[in-house]
């Protein structure tokens, strides 16, 4: 699964947000009983949150879930990943609700950015964003030499990032 796009939607009153269509379709078909698309959602990195295809979910968590749970950071990063966890299906309307909980957490209130990233989608408050594309680009431009130039831990040449 590879999902891509930026999305900018609403949240109602009630905490629901409709996923675009555009989105759904990467998704393929959905896989809930009713019908519906089946999501985890839980607490992302930089104050965002993380919506995971259920499968994907299942994949990530049975891994987080093998972690020796008797070293503290493993601890700390399942208690994390767990914190705030919520089953999600989306109703006829193609929404989800979020839970209030996390939506605190991500200062979410009547707008949201979706950012998909590879198997799963970012939800983030437009301040945050924003603030997060605003970063430093000199600082995005050492980081992108760092971890694609071919530095100790990057990927190689730019050469070896161009398709055939």
Do not use: C
Not at 76 to 97: E, P, Y
Not at 130 to 146: F, G, M, P, Q, Y
Request: net charge negative.
């Amino acid at each position: 699964m590879k999902l891509l796009g930026e999305y900018p939607v609403s949240i109602d009153n009630k905490g629901r947000l409709r996923l675009p269509t555009a989105l759904l379709r990467q998704l393929g078909e959905p896989t809930g009983e009713e019908g519906g698309y089946e999501f985890v959602i839980n607490r992302g990195f930089e104050g965002a949150l993380t919506l995971y295809p259920k499968a994907v979910w299942e994949v990530i968590s049975e891994r987080i879930n093998r972690l020796n749970r008797f070293n503290e950071r493993n601890r700390k990063l399942i208690r994390f990943f767990h914190s705030g966890a919520t089953a999600l299906t989306t109703d006829s309307a193609d929404r989800i609700l979020l839970p209030k909980m996390l939506m605190e957490y991500a200062g979410l209130t009547d707008e949201a950015i979706l950012l998909s990233i590879r198997n799963y989608i970012e939800i983030w408050s437009p301040e945050r964003y924003s603030a997060l594309l605003n970063a430093d680009t000199d600082d995005i431009s050492d980081l992108a030499n760092d971890v694609l130039g071919g530095g100790e831990e990057g990927v190689g040449s730019e050469e070896d990032l161009l398709l055939p």
